[in-house]
């Protein structure tokens, strides 16, 4: 009986990191399925929240290992909430933290810089380098006016000095953003879709020629799959079944209890 105490004891350390990868996968379904609901794209939501397209879909396909600490997830969580209506605050608050990073920080030395990866630290750096951009441009734009004001000078030869440096600065900033062109090139023609289960139903999926999934999904799962040429869905539920086709509002197969079979082939290449 000690040694099972013991055991147990051990357990919710463990299973924290699959706690939070459980509840990003739930709450990822929630916020995918709202979204369909309400008619809206990827391509909206980030401009709604400004966050890139590659964090928002790791959000919905529940992929934790291409988003950064938590900490940070559950602020971008709690954005694409606000985005669709819901609280924010109340809604990402339920992503699990793990309070061990806090302790580590009040007993270590180690910088809270030291914690973020390479490719966070390269999104930092631009978000300060567009603060900084932004910033001076005021600056200068407010010098200019009050020197033209006070000196009596034509405003357009204090600007012709500064403003092409700027704009320069602020054209290699709008290249930055490489993860949407990525994303864009890794899709190339590949069809994807989007399962969610209304109901517990039996599934196959089967992508170019080969059987990714077979079995019985319960109620509320969210499953996406990728093909390079084909999907085949299979269930024996289609009323039971929403199926969106790469990322377009999502339908039900057709209707409850009864058999259906859908095959999506990608786009030919051009």
């Known amino acids: 009986m000690k040694w099972l105490r013991k ?3 051990h357990q919710p350390s463990i299973s924290l990191e699959q706690q939070r990868a459980e509840k990003l996968a739930e709450m990822g379904a929630q916020l995918w399925a709202l979204r369909q609901e309400q008619g809206l794209s990827l391509e909206q939501m980030v401009a709604l929240t400004r966050i890139p397209k590659r964090l928002l879909q790791a959000i919905e396909e529940g992929n934790l290992n291409d988003l950064p600490e938590p900490v940070y997830i559950q602020g971008l969580i709690r954005q694409f909430a606000d985005a669709l209506g819901l609280n924010g605050v109340e809604f990402s608050g339920t992503f699990p933290i793990s309070s061990a990073q806090v302790n580590r920080q009040g007993m270590g030395n180690t910088s809270p810089l030291d914690q973020l990866r390479p490719i966070h630290l390269y999104f930092l750096y631009i978000l300060l380098i567009v603060c900084s951009v932004n910033g001076l441009s005021q600056l200068l734009n407010s010098a200019v006016l009050q020197a033209s004001n006070s000196q009596n000078q034509p405003y357009i030869k204090r600007k012709s ?3 092409p440096e700027v704009a320069q600065l602020k054209d290699s900033l709008k290249v930055q953003p490489v993860s949407d062109t990525l994303s864009g090139e890794q899709q190339g023609q ?3 879709i989007g399962v969610t289960l209304k109901a517990s139903s039996w599934i196959r999926v089967v992508a170019d020629g080969k059987t990714e999934f077979e079995g019985t999904l319960p109620e509320g799962t969210h499953r996406i799959w990728k093909a390079q040429e084909q999907l085949t869905v299979k269930t024996d539920n289609a009323g039971g079944v929403l199926m969106s086709v790469n990322q377009e509002k999502a339908k039900e197969m057709g209707e409850p209890g009864k ?3 859908v095959r999506i082939a990608a786009k030919p290449k051009f």
């Open 7 to 9: 055991k147990n004891n």
């Open 161 to 163: 000095a500064v403003k």
């Open 190 to 192: 590949v069809v994807q």
């Open 259 to 261: 058999e259906e079979e």
